[in-house]
DNA sequence: CTGTTAGCGCCTTCAC
DNA sequence: GTGAAGGCGCTAACAG
């Protein structure tokens, strides 16, 4: 069954409810002044035909494209088969949903743009998750002069956004430091991301801030984002004279193969060994034993990142261009668990 | 209130290289019949000026909004935390990539769309993944009378779409019943989920055929989207007096607790107990033993089904609007492993 | 080969 | 309170 084409314009509701473009205009907006009944009409015959203001054209009128762009930065560097993806995705639907409740459309932009993919993008603004130095779609993306808001700062030298949602990684780093110190942790490695993203490069200044300050020796280590990368690592750092009590892992999707690699190798996790993550996601409980992570809350992050780019689009000057989130910390069996 | 910075339009180039608008945009499309030496003009002046064609213009000219929409029917059952969501993000790269291509823009749209928010809506049709029957949001963007491209049968009664891309669910439940089968297992239990979309319902009857194909009893266990569910309900069916000695396991991210669960119980996998799964992801790699499952290709999905729609907005008939992708056994350790 | 003209559907300004 | 007119930027007809 096929329903006819044509689509109804308002000139259709006008003839039909016997008013005016302008009339049915104002109906749909509540702007100029009408009276209860006349709008109560024009309501009914719209909704009776089913008329839908067209966007396109509202668009044309209004200048503006109704649309942000979500663009991921990272996930150029995510193989296929890693983990990260869901975090993305938690993070776009939150974005999607508020941009919808704002009255934007959100369009996902993926990675490897192509100049002449340019023609179809069609946006007033940006949502950049986890920007990575120097990102080439992203540095084609700006000069468009688009509006953007950046999940995490651009680590890229001059660039500046028109506002920033992040959590705190140094924060983060230090609560799990403290975590696993008070659960005895005495030589703390960091297994980090071989990537110039300001996440990685954060919960490596956490780090040694906290080392330095309690005379720690600093133990990081750069590894590909790869999850056996973390293994393999993880194992060497084992097989050293003086091997950690304690390995914080920087990398989503990383942890799982490092508890799974100690544990081939005979050692036990927590008993011989505490393993944390600085990402939670579903990779943590799906271990045996269970991951201590942080919650990064992606779905609340692209919540707000929709929403301070919608308010930035709209006009308003809102006071915290940059918001911090708060994470919260979960403790699992990996470092001991909850006692 | 600041002036709003005019944007370059196809008038400013015209003037600026002494042309009219309609040579402008006939360069631009390459349409019509010009000089090459005018062409090149152009070119030129609208590369100096930055001059890019306005979508919004276009599109209400062309009285096609240039967009497709995503909608996820499945992720409203998916509980945070789930997994699952990895699957659905590079789905939607994968589409988002070829939609680009085609010169079209990809919208999300968020699961549990209020009524009021489809004003933001303009997309010309949609990819739907993964349709549950009775889907609210999806019966409500139908009504929109927009061109639908299902990922799987839309198993809604009455349910009608223009074109289908899916993989093979049946097949693959019997790829992985004949693998475990020749590792040895007798009593073969399937965990599926308990909700209504095509693909837990075609694993169902693959799994139904071949035991009944083979004179072997059925054990099929129904569980909440849920991690936990699966674990318990491993549990339960090894408590059973006549244990399975093989789960196979439907839902993605069910696997991996399943395993667990049973490793926690005493039990070796895959000695005492073969666990597979039929969605593969970063979970499986992650668990020890790594799970034998099925790889659905979702980015490959993604690329197809918006090919398929481009294809079907274009006007082109293709004689293949249902498409069935091949999919890949992915033998681990928690079947035995290769040999 | 290139220019002129007429809208696409909507919203805002101004008359009535 | 309501209606008529104009134009957002673009492209498809038709002239020249």
Redesign the interface.
């Given at each position: 069954m096929t329903?006819p084409?044509r689509?109804i314009t308002a000139r259709h509701v006008a003839r039909e409810a016997g008013v005016s473009v302008t009339t049915v205009s104002d109906t749909m907006n509540g702007t100029g002044r009408l009276s209860a009944k006349t709008r109560e009409r024009v309501l009914a015959v719209a909704a009776e035909l089913g008329y839908?203001?067209?966007?396109?054209?509202r668009?044309?009128r209004e200048?503006r494209?109704?649309?942000i762009g979500?663009y991921c930065s990272f996930?150029t560097e995510i193989p296929?088969?890693?983990?990260?993806?869901?975090?993305?995705?938690?993070l776009?639907?939150g974005a999607?949903?508020v941009?919808?409740?704002r009255?934007?459309?959100?369009?996902?932009?993926?990675?490897?743009?192509?100049p002449d993919?340019?023609?179809?993008?069609?946006v007033d603004g940006l949502v950049v998750a986890d920007p990575v130095r120097d990102d080439e779609g992203l540095r084609v993306l700006s000069e468009?002069g688009l509006t953007v808001v950046t999940v995490g700062r651009d680590p890229t030298p001059g660039a500046h956004h028109a506002g920033c949602v992040r959590t705190d990684d140094r924060r983060d780093m230090q609560m799990l430091l403290d975590h696993v110190a008070a659960r005895g942790a005495r030589r703390i490695a960091f297994v980090r991301a071989d990537i110039e993203a300001e996440w990685t490069e954060q919960l490596t200044v956490g780090y040694r801030e906290w080392c330095s300050a309690r005379g720690a020796a600093e133990r990081i280590e750069r590894i590909p984002v790869n999850?056996e990368a973390a293994a393999e690592t993880a194992i060497q750092l084992l097989d050293q004279l003086d091997p950690p009590d304690a390995i914080i892992c920087g990398l989503d999707?990383g942890a799982?193969?490092v508890?799974?690699a100690v544990?081939?190798r005979g050692l036990r996790v927590p008993e011989d060994l505490l393993v944390s993550s600085c990402v939670?996601?579903?990779?943590m409980?799906?271990?045996?034993p269970a991951i201590t992570s942080i919650d990064l809350q992606p779905?609340e992050v692209g919540r707000r990142s929709a929403a301070l780019l919608a308010s930035i689009l709209e006009g308003a000057a809102p006071r915290d261009r940059e918001q911090v989130l708060e994470t919260r910390l979960i403790v699992r069996a990996s470092t001991g668990g909850l006692d």
């Open positions: 329903t084409v689509r839908r203001p067209r966007a396109s054209a668009r044309l200048g494209s109704g649309q979500l996930l296929a088969g890693m983990a990260g993806m869901g975090y993305y995705m938690a776009a639907m999607a949903e941009a919808l409740e009255g934007l459309g959100m369009v996902l932009l993926p990675t490897g743009l192509t993919a340019l023609g179809a993008i069609d468009l999850p999707g799982a193969p508890v799974r544990q081939e939670d996601g579903p990779l409980t799906a271990s045996a779905a």
